[in-house]
Nanobody, 117 residues
Framework: VQLVESGGGLVQPGGSLRLSCAAS????????MNWYRQAPGKERELAAA????????NYAGSGKGRFTIFRDNAKNMVYLQMNSLKPEDTAVYYC???????????WGKGTLVTVSS
């Protein structure tokens, strides 16, 4: 099982980034996919979630209205489009795959997003 994030980097406030997560080794279309983030000195928190078929999304925290999560089940990919980035969005962003019954969780290693002028 692998989840490999990409697309992080340094961006100026107000800019945009699109994070990508490539999944392999499991039945991607059966899993809810989540993006979590962990800012320096803080706990990991959920940023966005998308249902297995992609029909339902959920956003948490300050990303609401600025972040968009979407997935391509044919390509085993999930994305996080981040607009109007703020310095407080600086964090390591992690891709997570979650399934219930029985519960399974897979994690990527993360990609660093730094928002700074």
């Amino acid at each position: 099982v692998q989840l490999v994030e990409s697309g992080g980097g340094l961006v100026q406030p107000g800019g945009s980034l699109r994070l990508s997560c490539a999944a392999s080794g499991f039945t991607f279309s059966r899993y809810v996919m989540n993006w979590y983030r962990q800012a320096p000195g803080k706990e990991r928190e959920l940023a966005a979630a998308i249902s297995s078929a992609g029909g339902s999304t959920n956003y948490a925290g300050s990303g609401k209205g600025r972040f968009t999560i979407f997935r391509d089940n044919a390509k085993n990919m999930v994305y996080l489009q981040m607009n109007s980035l703020k310095p407080e969005d600086t964090a390591v962003y992690y891709c997570n795959a979650h399934r219930n019954g029985p519960s399974m969780d897979y994690w990527g290693k993360g990609t660093l997003v730094t928002v700074s002028s």
